[in-house]
């Protein structure tokens, strides 16, 4: 069992209000990744961080916002939510260590925005 | 384009049966190969990474197998359980970018009955 964790696991809001999904993780990794995915579908990449003070997007545009202060936490903000960005919201670290690529993934959080 | 390809999209079979799951990738350059397993409502869980010179991995009732002239790979599920019922996942990594980019399959649903 992975040491990572996000809450809330589940969040209904209506549209136009600002959120924070939580992640944090106990293994000390310095990469961290949000990933968004629709049921059957593939997972994409939305933000990731090498370290503190390092975020970066990913392949999917997104209008959320990342931030990693410290090594162990990585929350991502929706400034004003909207129905489009319902889905599942998945959290990821990983060791930078060669050899130590496999991803740890968070339970997830499942977002409804009505 | 790289892509990764997975069949088939949904599967059911009876317990105790065996099967096997397919991942068809388009990557380059490649780097490695992972099969992840995620349960509904959680985050996906490594079952197995492969590299470009390793043909076959196992991992308890689960077995990989990797063709890179092909770029083909396989899962098999010997003895099938119920709580084998989930969503298998094909990862890709390249080795063209620091970040070891990943591409994912869309997964194959498999649902095993009693």
């Known amino acids: 069992e992975a040491d990572i964790y996000q809450t809330p696991r589940y969040l209904v809001i209506g549209t136009g209000k600002k959120i924070t999904l939580e992640c944090s993780q106990t293994m000390g990794h310095d990469k961290m990744y949000w990933y968004q995915q629709d049921p059957g579908m593939e997972l994409h990449l939305i933000h990731y961080?090498?370290?503190?003070?390092?975020?970066e997007k990913g392949d999917l545009s997104s209008e959320s916002t990342v931030s990693r202060i410290r090594t162990e936490h990585f929350p991502l903000t929706l400034e004003s939510a909207r129905p489009s960005h319902t889905s599942q919201y998945l959290c990821?670290?990983?060791?930078?260590?060669?050899?130590?690529?496999?991803?740890?993934f968070g339970p997830g959080t499942r977002l409804l925005v009505l | 384009k790289n892509q990764v390809e997975q069949s088939p999209q949904s599967l059911i079979i009876l317990e105790g049966k065996n099967c096997t799951l397919q991942?068809?990738?388009?990557?380059?350059?490649?780097?490695?190969l992972r099969w992840y397993k995620q349960d509904t409502g959680r985050g996906p869980v490594s079952l197995t990474i492969?590299?470009?010179?390793?043909n076959t991995k196992s991992n308890r009732r689960y077995t990989a197998t990797l063709d890179a002239d092909t770029k083909q790979s396989s899962l098999h599920i010997t003895a099938s359980q119920l709580s084998d019922s989930a969503s298998y996942i094909c990862v890709v990594s390249d080795r063209g970018s620091t970040l070891g980019r990943l591409y994912f399959g869309r997964g194959t649903q498999l649902t095993v009955w009693p």
């Open positions: 492969m590299t470009f010179s390793e």
């Open positions: 961080s090498y370290g503190v003070n390092s975020t």
């Open positions: 991942c068809n990738y388009t990557v380059s350059p490649f780097s490695n």
């Open positions: 990821a670290s990983s060791d930078t260590r060669p050899g130590s690529e496999t991803q740890y």
